[in-house]
């Protein structure tokens, strides 16, 4: 029997996956759902799974912290939805990687990757290539003239009458190529979060934030945006808060 467990902190995705799991490999059995980064590290420390199936984004916090506490010593599989950029590290770095949503060819796929896999890979290794590979620099056009801005110069992104622009700290705005979506997926998810629909915030541009109603998010930015009230979109205030604990 080869033992498996999960790490993933929402009950449907990983209830699914078991079921998949089960159901495409007999011999496999799911010994335990985790749903958290320490719940994980604790179980790790004193027991050893056949095989991992790994979400990134965890409740308290990335899947990467498993690795800077511990030494894992079980194959993992990652379960992401990681940009482009991201996945070329999971692919040199990893037994595999899925992306939710998760489909049964994929799934798989993953499963065979698994069994016939020699090596544990490096996951420090794919720790310092994930941070590499993300966008560190903007290429802008003022008029004639083009500029690298460096992502920790950047506020914020915001987008206006479909265009998309930096606000940087020193509060110029800048116009960019690159739809806020795109932009999204290109940098570091630690440092920048997608507030609502029109901004895409850096945490060390955040000044204040209160409640204004009993599930209503108001921020302030420096440098501001033109005195307009920011405000984080209801569906996303238990997520906000989870990523600035992180």
């Known amino acids: 029997m080869i033992n498996v467990i999960i790490v993933e ?7 699914r996956l078991k079921k998949m799991i089960e159901s495409i490999e007999p011999e496999m059995k799911v010994i335990t759902i985790i749903d ?7 179980y790790l420390e004193i027991n050893r799974p056949d095989l991992i199936f790994l979400d990134i984004n965890l409740s308290d916090d990335y899947c990467f912290k498993i690795f800077e506490e511990i030494n894992v010593t079980s194959p993992v599989i990652f ?9 070329k590290a999971f692919e040199v770095n990893s037994i595999d990687y899925l992306l939710k949503p998760i489909s049964i060819s994929s799934l798989k796929s993953s499963i065979e990757k698994f069994k016939n ?3 544990l890979p490096d996951y420090k290794k794919l720790i310092s290539s994930l941070d590499s590979n993300y966008k560190r620099r903007f290429l802008v056009k003022v008029n004639n003239q083009l500029k690298s801005v460096s992502i920790e110069s950047i506020a914020y992104f915001f987008s206006e009458d479909k265009l998309t622009f930096a606000c940087l700290f020193d509060g110029k705005k800048l116009p960019l190529e690159q ?5 999204e997926e290109e940098i570091n998810p630690i440092n920048f979060y997608r507030v609502n629909k029109k901004f895409l915030i850096s945490l060390n541009a955040i000044v204040e934030m209160y409640y204004v109603s009993k599930s209503k998010i108001k921020l302030t930015l420096k440098p501001s945006f033109d005195g307009e009230n920011i405000f984080v979109a209801l569906e996303k205030v238990g997520d906000f808060k989870s990523w600035l604990s992180k």
């Open 9 to 15: 902190d929402e009950i449907l995705i990983s209830e």
């Open 36 to 42: 958290s980064v320490k719940d994980a590290i604790q």
């Open 79 to 87: 379960v992401t939805a990681y940009s482009e950029y991201a996945i």
């Open 117 to 119: 896999w020699a090596i």
């Open 179 to 183: 739809s806020l979506k795109k932009i």
